[in-house]
C-alpha cells in the first residue's frame, strides 16, 4: 500500500499527510488578548434584531451604519425608537449639521422632515433632547402634536405654539423639561391624554393647577417647580402649585419651587 493510500487511516504517520490537512483557521488577538476571527457575527443576524440594535443608538449613529454595505442601507429607517439629541452636535465637525447648512436647510426644518417620516412609519417611542445656545427653543410640529401613534414621549428644552392643536389620544408617557407652560397649555394637554399613565415635568414653570382627573394615570413626577415674576406672573408674584390628582398612586415631588426674573 502507498504512502498516499495510508493517509487516511489511523496508522498513518501524521508527518507523511500534512499537505492533506485542512490548514487551520488563521486568528488574531486584541490587545486584551481575545482572539479575534475576522468573521462579521453582526451582519449574521437577522434584520429584526439588528433594527432593534439601531433602535437604541442615536440617528445620526444609526444613519452611519448605512455605508457599511447594500443591505445596511435601508435598516436605519426601521428603527421604532427615534432620539434627536443635539446636546453634543458641533457645526465644526458633525456632518449632519454641514449637510443641513450646505443644503440651505435650517435645523428646525430637518428636525421637522425626520419626524413627519418617523410618524409616517408609526414611530411609538421619540425623544427629543434639543438644546440651542443662540437661538429660541425648538417648537413641536403640528405633526407630532396630533400623531396618534406615539405611546411615549420625552422633550427636552422644546416649546409648543401657542395656536399648536394637541391630540395625544394614544399617549401613554409623557416627559418634559425645561419648558414653560401656561395654565391652559397643561390642561390642554391633559385633556389630549385620555390614555396618560404616567407624567413627567422637570425644571418647569408658568402655571399653578395641575389636575388630573384621568383614573389611567398613576403616576406623577415633579422636580424643580419655578415661576417667573413680573408679566408671566397673573398671580401678583406668589409662587404656588396646586395638585389635583385623586387616583395616582406613585407621587414624586422633588427639588426647589422659587420665583426668578426681574
Not at 490537512?21 to 437577522?46: F, H, M, R
Not at 437604541?56 to 447594500?70: E, Y
Amino acid at each position: 500500500m502507498g504512502e498516499q493510500d495510508q493517509c487516511p487511516g489511523s496508522s498513518g504517520n501524521d508527518g507523511d499527510c500534512k499537505g492533506h490537512e485542512n490548514p487551520p483557521q488563521k486568528t488574531k488577538k486584541n490587545q486584551k488578548g481575545c482572539a479575534v476571527t475576522g468573521i462579521d457575527w453582526i451582519s449574521q443576524l437577522p434584520d429584526s434584531l439588528i433594527v432593534q440594535i439601531l433602535s437604541l443608538m442615536p440617528v445620526k449613529d444609526a444613519f452611519r451604519t448605512t455605508i457599511l454595505s447594500k443591505r445596511w442601507q435601508y435598516l436605519w429607517t426601521s428603527i421604532d425608537n427615534l432620539i434627536f439629541g443635539s446636546r453634543n452636535i458641533n457645526c465644526s465637525d458633525s456632518l449632519a449639521v454641514n449637510k443641513i447648512y450646505h443644503s440651505g436647510m435650517s435645523y428646525n426644518s430637518k428636525l421637522d422632515e425626520w419626524l413627519e417620516i418617523a410618524l409616517k412609519n408609526k414611530v411609538e417611542d421619540i425623544d427629543l433632547d434639543i438644546w440651542y445656545y443662540d437661538q429660541e427653543s425648538y417648537i413641536l410640529p403640528q405633526v407630532l402634536c396630533s400623531s396618534s401613534s406615539v405611546l411615549k414621549l420625552s422633550c427636552t428644552c422644546c416649546r409648543i405654539s401657542e395656536d399648536c392643536t394637541l391630540n395625544w389620544t394614544s399617549l401613554k408617557s409623557l416627559t418634559l423639561t425645561h419648558l414653560f407652560l401656561r395654565d391652559e397649555h397643561i390642561e390642554q394637554i391633559i385633556s389630549s391624554c385620555p390614555q396618560l399613565e404616567a407624567l413627567e415635568l422637570q425644571e418647569f414653570c408658568g402655571f399653578h393647577r395641575l389636575h388630573i382627573t384621568s383614573p389611567k394615570c398613576r403616576r406623577l413626577q415633579l422636580i424643580n417647580h419655578g415661576h417667573p415674576k413680573g408679566d408671566w406672573d397673573s398671580s401678583g408674584g406668589d409662587c404656588f402649585l396646586e395638585v389635583v390628582a385623586p387616583y395616582v398612586r406613585h407621587l414624586k415631588i422633588f427639588g426647589g419651587f422659587h420665583l426668578y426674573g426681574n
